[in-house]
């Protein structure tokens, strides 16, 4: 059974930082495509970025060149580094695996993914 469990999550200023963490177990982590997701009150889950099972990563647009997406070998853990955090970035943040026979491609599309945590809630103030 895949098992995901976020953390991190909290409420900061506009322009602080939160790194947020997804634990797997190892096979997830070293096997599958893992992303992260996020839903804001009203809206459509969205991706935000993915890294497949070797470190290739992608980002949406609208996040690129503030998160940055990285993987623990040592604990496992997949993380999301969140830099200059905007109002809009205001969400619950999703972990997802899924396991694919490519190493590299690793698009961040909800349905694509069958294995979610439970979310971890992002508040970015104005």
């Known amino acids: 059974q895949v098992q995901l469990v976020e953390s991190g999550g909290g409420s900061v200023q506009a322009g602080g930082s939160l790194r947020l963490s997804c634990s797997a177990s190892?096979?997830?982590?070293?096997?599958?495509?893992m992303g992260w997701f996020r839903q804001a009150p009203g809206k459509e889950r969205e991706g935000v970025g993915s890294i497949g099972s070797d470190g290739t990563t992608r980002y949406a647009d609208s996040v690129k060149d503030r998160f940055t997406i990285s993987k623990d070998r040592a604990t496992n853990t997949l993380y999301l580094q969140m830099n200059s955090l905007k109002p809009e970035d205001t969400a619950t943040y999703y972990c997802?695996?899924?396991?694919?026979?490519?190493?590299?491609?690793?698009?961040?599309?909800?349905?694509?993914?069958?294995?979610w945590g439970q979310g971890t809630q992002v508040t970015v103030s104005s």
């Open positions: 997802a695996a899924v396991f694919l026979p490519s190493v590299s491609w690793c698009p961040t599309v909800v349905g694509l993914f069958p294995y």
């Open positions: 190892a096979h997830t982590y070293s096997s599958s495509c």
